[in-house]
């Protein structure tokens, strides 16, 4: 599905090593003692595998809503449905680590982005339910390594009529945040793609920033 909710609960696994001390920490789906979780997920475009050594699965564009708080929420949510973020070695099954190695050249860090975070207005009197909402761009890095991707035109044109009929659950969920200004310099997908700076038709994948 290309949309939809998360709810699994989220337990934390510590690991000693032979001293005894804790060595690692990390995050697993575990339904009886975890603690409660949940993201809402769309996704937003659709990107080939094309030209991309060992991967044998395409990419996608997610944009997620969070209403808890767990430490790697997203990372492990999005793993559990078997769609781990690109370049997540801590999380991601041994199965993609061929294709996250094969994207280091230009992905070369976690794909995962907050553009948007609302605060209470502070103020004396404010309405405490009215939000003062700040956006950021996706940073220069993850723009250039989906602008080394190539849009799967196919997928995201299935994906335009799909969304549509659920414009209602999708508005409820996600309002209406300024995706095109946050995406505003991503020329690989057609949707975000700003009319200035669109590629030529002789090069569908961009290289630049």
């Known amino acids: 599905m290309p949309f939809g909710t998360i709810d699994h609960r989220i337990e934390t696994e510590s690991f000693k090593n032979a001293q005894g001390n804790t060595s690692s920490v990390s995050r697993v789906v ?21 030209g991309i050594p060992s991967c044998k ?4 564009l997610v944009q997620c809503r969070i209403e808890t708080g767990r430490t790697h929420q997203i990372r492990i949510h999005m793993q559990s449905i078997g769609h781990p973020l690109v370049g997540d070695f801590q999380y991601a099954k041994k199965s993609y680590r061929a ?20 605060l209470p ?14 956006l950021c761009r996706l940073p220069a890095d993850l723009v250039y ?3 080394n991707l190539v849009e799967d035109e196919k997928m995201n ?14 508005h409820q ?10 995406l505003s310099e991503v020329t690989s997908l057609s949707a975000f793609r700003d009319e200035s700076s669109q590629p030529s038709a002789s090069s569908k994948r961009a290289r630049h920033y």
Not at 31 to 37: S, Y
Not at 126 to 132: F, G, I, L
Not at 173 to 182: K, R
């Open 173 to 182: 969920v996600f309002g209406s945040p300024d995706l095109h200004h946050v």
């Open 157 to 170: 044109r299935r994906l335009e009529k799909h969304m549509a009929a659920h414009q209602g659950w999708i």
């Open 145 to 147: 390594g989906l602008n």
């Open 121 to 134: 207005v502070p103020r004396p009197g404010a309405d405490p339910e009215r939000k003062q909402q700040h």
């Open 30 to 50: 575990d339904q009886p003692r975890g603690r409660h979780a949940t993201t809402h997920y769309r996704v937003l475009g659709y990107f080939d595998k094309h």
């Open 99 to 118: 294709a996250f190695e094969a994207t280091k050249k230009f992905l070369p860090r976690v794909f995962l982005h907050s553009f948007q975070i609302a």
């Open 57 to 60: 699965l395409g990419f996608s």
